[in-house]
């Protein structure tokens, strides 16, 4: 019921490189669950909340990729800190957390907004509060699902913790992730949807990346994004080994804002 709501919400906006309609997208859905006990997936997944997000948001967005791609329990690690503001201490959880469960085995990530910055911060090598190294986590896929890769508009006005100030455009935590970017060795897949007032479409991807950009909705793109079955289907067949159904493109900053 809540993918009508949104899907009737949503503005109409045709993206050449991400041309499936909705019909397709929804019989492509029922395909990957139905032959969902034929997948083989090749590394362990590990999904990431965004900042302050309740354990819903992982919940929803890992249900449905168990759903399209049969991925066991076993191989599946969702991850949310909803009540935690500090983003070095988050950082820290998660490399601590993907390491116990998969050792120094490559993983695939799917970061929800703040959560990608999380995984890139992870993949890049994190201390302790001693100044000991604690470890990485060993990405070899991260699809991003609206992370303020260059930071968050909402931040540019409203910080009330550090996870939030580090979302501030140019701010020094962002730049480091960046110079990090430059000799990382993962995919990096980003998603965005048009009208992202929070974040900003535009901001959904590092300096110099493509985006994979589907339509907004009239309020509301930011939070609606673990609902996007255009992307969870996209990202599925990836995870899978099969063609994409999107390419990245260049979004036009007067489509970014209204949608159309």
């Known amino acids: 019921m809540l993918a009508n709501i949104i899907r009737r919400s949503t503005l109409p906006a045709f993206n050449p490189d991400f041309p499936a309609t909705d019909e397709q997208i929804e019989a492509e859905w029922q395909r990957l669950s139905r032959t969902r006990g034929e997948a083989r997936l090749a590394r362990p997944l590990v999904v990431l909340a965004g900042w302050r997000a309740p354990s819903a948001q992982v919940k929803i967005v890992s249900r449905a990729i168990q759903d399209l791609t049969g991925i066991g329990n076993d191989q599946l690690l969702a991850l949310h800190y909803a009540l935690r503001g500090d983003h070095l201490g988050i950082i820290r959880g998660v490399v601590k957390s ?3 469960r998969f050792g ?3 993983v695939d990530a799917i970061g929800v907004s703040m959560g990608g910055l999380v995984a890139r911060a992870a993949a890049a090598g994190v201390l302790d509060q001693d100044g000991a190294p604690v470890g990485r986590v060993r ?3 991260l699809f ?5 890769h260059r930071g968050a508009e909402m931040a540019k006005i409203v910080r009330p913790d550090p996870a939030a100030a580090m979302m501030r455009p140019g701010s020094a935590f962002l730049r480091s992730l960046d110079a990090a970017l430059e000799r990382a060795d993962y995919e990096l897949v980003c998603y965005a949807r048009l009208r992202d007032r929070y974040v900003g479409t535009l901001n959904c991807a590092p300096p ?3 985006i994979i950009w589907t339509p907004g909705l009239i309020v509301g ?3 609606s994004m ?4 255009r992307i969870l289907v996209d990202i599925a067949r990836r995870l899978r080994g099969e063609e994409p159904l999107a390419r990245p493109s260049i979004i ?4 970014a804002l209204t949608g159309r």
């Open 98 to 100: 993907v390491r116990e």
């Open 104 to 106: 120094d085995h490559p």
């Open 139 to 141: 990405l070899a896929r």
């Open 144 to 148: 991003t699902l609206a992370t303020p």
């Open 208 to 210: 110099g990346r493509p």
């Open 221 to 223: 793109s930011h939070f």
């Open 226 to 229: 673990s609902h996007d079955r």
């Open 252 to 255: 036009p900053r007067k489509l």
